[in-house]
């Protein structure tokens, strides 16, 4: 079963809005075992939309459009499709009651151009709009399936979920074999390695899909099967992962499509273990990036941003003989580094205390080149580990790419201790 | 001049990203003149997608293709469009030199598949990748022309902006008249508001173009117009920012397009202030932000991230009264928002301290209601000011429009120093 997604408006095109629909679709119907190989985007305009129903219809058995179905002169969807199918239109009676009572309720006159609203394709579903007025449109014609939704998304996802799903299920995929999937998240690797590392199970997929991509310093592997029974399904999903994680365990960290900051406040929380931090050339990126989970705050007490060199001794007692002169190591060093995060561990009393110092660019200093950072990882009652790293890319990217790198860091340290414990 | 962007990426027919290059690529291209009548979205599938091209240069000039160019198996658009238009691949020196290089730096052998991403179309020009490996192709063939592009958007919107719009101006849109355009960047105020204020020039618009579009907490105006002439068209530009200037001079921030903590850390710079932060819920959003302003580091010095109540006494010297009890007024409350203000900025000795304090969700704390944020601004030798702010949305977005806030309180009073001065 291969789907096409046609969303309709000028405003798409005039980049005035982001086409959400597609996506939020894209999910309902993969999650349906659906494939969908094509996304449209078109204007308001009934040749150009004419046309591109021709060409989806050439490509897919089930079409689905949103938007260009309210008030006004430009909505031209319900027409077009009409004009495709040679097919009339009609008031749909149940539609129509609903516009006349939302303006009777508001004791205003109804324009006329309401009524385009109501219209349905003879011979199709009408599919009643649950939180706005325009009606949606289901509809079979020779052998493909056909259904119009509104284009505001708080109309569209309850008319998809309680309309079109269910008339999908029983008129459209009456015998489809659902498809299940699991996201495995990786950190530490690369999309090239990891996808190196796999390639074999990758070329040899055949009723399983591995699918790598990368975002964010973050690498993600979609797995998808299709089967009769839900637990068949996850007997497959399971199995695979289980190869995968003994092939990248120390990349791995999460089965699910969370961040790893989420996963490192869970061990934690888990552990009943502290964190703070000092950062300077990430200025809060760290920090910003732990407390934007939820439950973050039993973890994540506090830490300072020692952008300047004063700030790291005024706040973080850095010594000046680290700091200043010929021969001093400086700001940008694994000595530094250290102290920083031994520390800001001190000062807040936290098991760990995490640094970053570097030279995020994109001027150089202290000779040092722009990408050279070190990380620091303290521990209460333990050794402080120093990382150095050589990032490539601009400010921004360095700067986040050495926050998820200690991030990195520490999930190894908490997985050590998990096992050490268990 | 038709143009038809076309975004590869089985994740985007999963649902997993949205389409924001479409989003991004259609206004650049309304920017420039060009109108985009289709946007697709297609599989890492090379027949699907020659088939797309196949179609998209029967109803277009301009073909830009965002996705499909990294290293792995499935990414496939150079393939494709070399297959499509009968040429063949080579190697790019350039972007394998770079790639070379960037394994070399990280010590970390290069796997094959990374040449991948130095292809280039015989004959076409090879766009430099600032912000990645895959370096991006622009050819013109018959009387067609072809943009391809990466798909992460921060290596997308680069290798737009340097490499592929001026490589549009010169070789596609030679015979238009050039088109002219100016940002204007807005803060405190939201989209809705400034466009009422702004209708009549809006609706009355004929030669000069005024596109407000909203962003991030920030909203934007872009004015454009067409003239032979660039002096003629900057006249036209400058006349109307005066006419709006003079209506939204407290919201107008900025006539190009930078964040406001880019104007912050210029206007610091220039009145030789300084300033650091205390944040307790936006946990060093604010800090990250000034942080990333390249030159940042002779404005802000440094700051705390109190996360807790307990840091909150220890790295600030909140006194408990105000934190601990039934009559006290609490961690989010203005009494505690201008004790963080002014004891950072006398911890630090800088101009001014910031601070901001309140329950970001999803859970209420101390019986206040999500979205309730408290911000503070202390001056050396001057008062300490404080605001509230009542907040809707998710942690995150309340997190953003907190570090907004302060950032446009922090603006409003520069200006008025500013204006002091002069």
């Not at 007490?301 to 190591?329: D, F, Q, R």
């Not at 250290?338 to 995020?360: K, P």
């Amino acid at each position: 079963m291969k789907a096409e997604i046609i969303a309709v408006g000028t405003e798409l095109l005039l980049g005035q809005i982001v086409n959400t629909n597609a996506r939020y679709l894209s999910v309902e119907l993969a999650a349906l075992g659906i494939d969908v190989y094509f996304q449209t985007v078109v204007g308001d305009n009934q040749v150009r939309l004419q046309q591109a129903i021709k060409i989806a219809e050439e490509r897919a058995d089930l079409i689905i459009f949103s938007g260009g179905i309210g008030p006004t002169q430009d909505d031209l969807t319900k027409e077009a499709l009409a004009a495709s199918l040679g097919r009339e239109l009609h008031i749909d009676r149940q539609a129509m009651d609903n516009i006349d009572r939302f303006f009777k309720d508001r004791e205003q006159p109804m324009t006329e151009n309401n009524r385009r609203q109501a219209l349905a394709i003879d011979g199709g579903t009408p599919l009643p709009n649950e939180t706005g007025l325009a009606v949606g449109n289901a509809i079979s014609h020779e052998d493909k399936h056909y259904i119009v939704l509104p284009g505001p998304p708080k109309e569209l996802m309850p008319m998809f979920e309680n309309q079109a799903k269910p008339w999908i299920m029983s008129h459209v995929l009456t015998a489809e074999t659902p498809l299940y999937s699991k996201m495995l998240k990786f950190a530490g690797i690369g999309e090239s390695a990891l996808e190196t590392k796999l390639l074999d199970l990758i070329e040899s997929q055949s009723d399983l899909t591995i699918a790598p991509y990368a975002k964010e310093s973050e690498v993600t592997i979609r797995l998808s099967t299709k089967a009769a029974l839900e637990s068949e399904a996850l007997d497959k999903l399971d199995a695979m992962e289980k190869v995968i994680e003994e092939r990248l365990s120390d990349y791995l960290y999460a089965n699910r499509d969370v961040p790893i900051e989420q996963i490192i406040v869970e061990m934690m929380t888990e552990m009943n273990l502290t964190v703070s931090a000092a950062e300077s050339c990430t200025g809060g990126l760290l920090m910003q990036g732990i407390t934007s989970i939820p439950g973050s705050a039993t973890v994540f007490l506090g830490g300072i941003v020692c952008y300047s060199n004063e700030m790291k001794k005024k706040l973080l007692n850095v010594p000046t003989h680290l700091l200043e002169g010929e021969e001093a190591p400086g700001a940008v060093s694994k000595e530094t580094a250290a102290v920083l995060a031994e520390q800001v561990r001190i000062i807040t009393d936290t098991d760990f205390g995490l640094s970053i110092t570097g030279v995020a660019g994109p001027a150089f200093s202290e000779r040092k080149p722009v990408g050279l950072v070190y990380i620091g990882i303290s521990e209460r009652n333990g050794a402080t580990a120093t990382y150095e790293l050589n990032l490539k890319g601009n400010r921004e990217t360095i700067r986040v790419r050495s926050a998820k790198a200690i991030l990195y860091r520490l999930w190894l340290r908490l997985k050590e201790l998990q096992a050490q414990k268990s």
